[in-house]
């Protein structure tokens, strides 16, 4: 069973940083796309970032600059390096995988539970 497992979420103050990790098992990461996503209380699900096999990359504008994602194939993990983070950032972070490159949800079929973070102002 493909399992995937973020970790690195917490309380920060606006402007600090934070690196989430995302753990896959049962897949390899080089096979697939994987994306960052959030969800905020009482909104939709969106796009962060993505990463395509082979490195490409694409970021939502208003985390472009401050979001940085990587991916480190021999440890079968994806990263998303966030600095100067903002009060409108406080969401629950979730990876998933995709077999094409895409920036919507319904693209991707693996997810991870996610992990909270919050920034206070």
């Known amino acids: 069973q493909v399992q995937l497992v973020e970790s690195g979420g917490g309380l920060v103050q606006a402007g600090g940083s934070l690196r989430l990790s995302c753990a896959f098992s049962?897949?390899?990461?080089?096979?697939?796309?994987i994306g960052w996503f959030r969800q905020a209380p009482g909104k939709d699900r969106e796009f962060v970032v993505t990463?395509?096999?082979?490195?490409?990359?694409y970021y939502q504008d208003s985390v472009k600059d401050r979001f940085t994602i990587s991916r480190d194939n021999a440890k079968n993990a994806v990263y998303l390096q966030m600095n100067s983070l903002k009060p409108e950032d406080t969401a629950v972070y979730y990876c998933a995988a995709s077999p094409q490159y895409s920036t919507l949800t319904r693209d991707y079929a693996y997810w991870g539970q996610g992990t909270q973070v919050t920034v206070s102002s």
């Open positions: 049962r897949l390899a990461i080089s096979s697939v796309t």
């Open positions: 990463i395509s096999r082979i490195g490409d990359t």
